[in-house]
């Protein structure tokens, strides 16, 4: 009854992980270099073995046919998990959706907005500027809210094209989509 267990788990066992379909030369170079350095005979065994168990706590015995071997467990599940996100790159599922998404320009300027707390000002107080014309500090400082405000409207502009420039490699590799709408 136990072997008969074990032989059904193991034809149950995938036998080789299908990469998914990536375009990013990177991926593909790193895709490729795991392939030349992989071993057929080991990994082969590994595919086979049967684990014994734990001799520490880095390392474990397995047994691949009349084979006893111990390996170092945490280094190989580190090689293994990164050959897993590897294959699997760019082929995860949406995990959550926002209803209306999100206006990317009004987030990034609100993001580089300046503290109102920080433009302290006596509205009474008057002041001589370098030009020699007569100011208050309220209306300077109004100035100087009205030109941060428009500095970060630009530039949160900017970036909203930077990442619409972009917006092919951060839906393959974070899932991020973007969508240009009208105002």
């Not at 379909?21 to 005979?41: P, W």
């Amino acid at each position: 009854l136990l072997l008969k267990e074990t032989d059904e788990r193991r034809r149950n066992r995938p036998k080789r992980v299908v990469p998914t379909s990536c375009s990013y030369s990177s991926i593909q170079m790193l895709r490729l270099d795991i392939t030349a350095r992989s071993h057929r005979d080991i990994s082969s065994k590994l595919r086979e073995a049967t684990f014994v168990g734990c001799v520490s706590r880095h390392r474990s015995l397995i047994q691949c046919g009349i084979e006893l071997l111990m390996i170092h467990h945490s280094k190989l599940s580190k090689e293994m998990f990164y050959q897993l996100a590897l294959a699997n790159f760019g082929g995860g599922v949406n995990i959550a959706k926002l209803g209306g998404g999100i206006d990317v320009v009004a987030a990034i300027e609100s993001a580089l907005s300046l503290d109102d707390s920080n433009i302290n000002c006596d509205i009474s107080t008057e002041h001589h500027n370098i030009n020699g014309t007569h100011s208050t500090l309220a209306e300077q400082s109004k100035s100087i809210a009205t030109s941060a405000k428009l500095a970060n409207e630009k530039l949160a502009q900017q970036a909203a094209i930077c990442l619409g420039d972009k917006s092919d490699m951060l839906k393959e590799y974070f899932s991020l989509s973007f969508e240009y709408k009208e105002a």
